[in-house]
């Protein structure tokens, strides 16, 4: 799947976001290595703790379906359902994708224009370390 085909699926994803409080709609497209691509969204709380950001839905989502292998992920954000700039995933889901996800995973953030930052995993959380070599010490 071309990057492009993910930036579409997280922007139709972002129209499903639940964000009454913020207005701050973010979609997600995460794209498994056997192609399978989940969506997520962000849905709001009005006690904000248990709000979950579109990243980590998409994943838990994958991950409930048993997929463990990941390739890349699109991430869409903006105020009143626009985009309004490309960001990065929250610390939270950095440590998720890194949970699941080697150093050279793909993150692509979307610009207002359509346009995406491509960065990998390891350039978006230095110094980080995963189950793997947890479990090892």
């Given at each position: ?27 997600a ?36 379906d ?14 009143d ?27 692509y ?13 390891a ?15």
């Amino acid at each position: 799947m071309k990057p492009e085909q993910l930036v579409d699926l997280a922007i139709e994803a972002m129209g499903h976001a639940y964000s009454p409080y913020s207005g701050y709609s973010v979609g997600a497209a995460l794209l498994c290595e056997d192609g399978t691509v989940y969506q997520g969204c962000n849905i709001e709380n009005a006690t904000f703790t248990p709000t979950i950001c579109a990243e980590r839905t998409a994943f838990f989502k994958a991950i409930y379906d048993g997929k463990r292998s990941f390739k890349a992920i699109a991430v869409c954000g903006g105020k009143d359902g626009k985009i309004t700039g490309a960001f990065p995933p929250c610390g939270v889901c950095r440590q998720v994708m890194r949970e699941f996800c080697k150093d050279d995973f793909m993150i692509y953030m979307i610009g207002a224009d359509k346009s995406y930052e491509a960065h990998t995993l390891a350039e978006i959380l230095p110094f980080s370390f995963s189950a793997a070599e947890h479990m090892a010490e």
